[in-house]
């Protein structure tokens, strides 16, 4: 293989920067030629790319955001859009041969959509939700835990001062992972995700009621986006408990920020080891850590997979949260 492309699709993640910095790093050192692709598979459809050479992706390591951009592309889900795609990649311009996707599962589709249609294409789990099944972690997830954390420790601070009880919706989507781990590293009260089915009256009205017992007066309660009703209960909470009650939604503040060193770490181990594939001439294949290994998976059978949430870790946070 000799040019490849390299492209950031979905949300972005704190650590994006540094999987493509080693991506373009290993590439080029290799004797490969890389093209970064702005705004995702839109960039890839309307020709927007650029070429990088090692010295491009300089001071971005430490960087949030993506320096590539990011979009979610509809028109590439159609096949007027894809055949866009495949032309942009052999005009001679261009000529590449392969391309690293850093996104979620749903820029994964596009990556075996494109793999399928000759040009293979290698996965990164870029995203802060931590919903890949395939991967125990995605780039950007620990930024993002700390992110809430540090937010919500800072909302704790006025909480506890007007003894009220504060319900804070913490972004990821479907999955509960960022509200259930961030809400154990801050003491909430309760927390409410959409893996696990929650009895509001039993798991938060009763709880605070319980914990006002043993003389608490402010209360974190964390409940997933997939949830949503943040208001609605924190006038529910308010009305039952008679606690003064507020709602906060972290929303995209969660996304930003420089990467922890998991974040940059991860995401240039992942980087290094897409460009390996690709240099092998192996294509749709998604790299993810597995038991604190990167390793890699076929894209289909990474889509495939069954979720499991981790019910030990909710167990936990219940038990100890009196
Ligand atoms: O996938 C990352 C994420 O931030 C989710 O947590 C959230 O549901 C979604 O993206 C928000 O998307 P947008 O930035 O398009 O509003």
């Given at each position: 293989m000799k040019t490849i492309g390299v492209l950031t699709s979905g949300g972005d993640a704190p650590g994006m920067n540094a999987a493509i910095r080693a991506v373009v790093r290993t590439a080029c050192e290799n004797g490969i030629k890389v093209f970064g692709i702005n705004e995702g598979y839109k960039g890839l459809i309307e020709g927007n790319l650029q070429e990088l050479n090692i010295r491009s992706v300089s001071d971005i390591i430490h960087r949030g955001g993506t320096m590539l951009h990011s979009a979610r592309c509809?028109?590439?889900?159609e096949e007027a859009g894809m055949q866009k795609a495949l032309e942009t990649c052999g005009n001679k311009e261009y000529g590449i041969e392969g391309i690293v996707v850093i996104g979620g599962d749903g820029s994964f589709r596009g990556a075996r959509d494109l793999s399928l249609r000759g040009i293979p294409c290698i996965g990164i789990p870029g995203t802060i939700d931590n919903d890949i099944v395939s991967s125990d972690y995605t780039i950007g997830y620990d930024t993002c835990l700390n992110t809430v954390m540090q937010m919500v420790d800072r909302v704790r601070d006025t909480v506890e001062s007007h003894s009220r009880c504060i319900v804070v919706e913490v972004m990821g989507n479907k999955c509960g992972d960022l509200t259930l781990n961030a809400g154990i590293a801050v003491g909430a009260t309760a927390i409410v995700i959409p893996e696990i089915q929650s009895d509001i009256e039993k798991h938060v009205i009763e709880r605070i009621k319980r914990t006002q017992t043993t003389d608490k007066k402010h209360f974190i309660v964390m409940v997933a986006e997939g949830i949503g009703g943040v208001e609605e209960l924190a006038r529910k909470i308010e009305k039952e408990c008679k606690v003064e009650s507020r709602a906060v939604i972290l929303g995209h503040v969660q996304r930003g920020g420089s990467p922890t060193v998991r974040d940059r770490v991860v995401a240039s181990q992942m980087g290094y080891k897409a460009v390996q594939l690709l240099m092998q001439g192996i294509g749709n294949r998604v790299v993810v850590q597995k038991d604190d290994h990167i390793i890699d998976y076929d894209i289909y059978e990474a889509l495939s997979m069954d979720r499991k949430v981790n019910s030990e870790l909710y167990k936990i946070a219940h038990e100890i949260s009196i």
């Open positions: 509809r028109e590439f889900q």
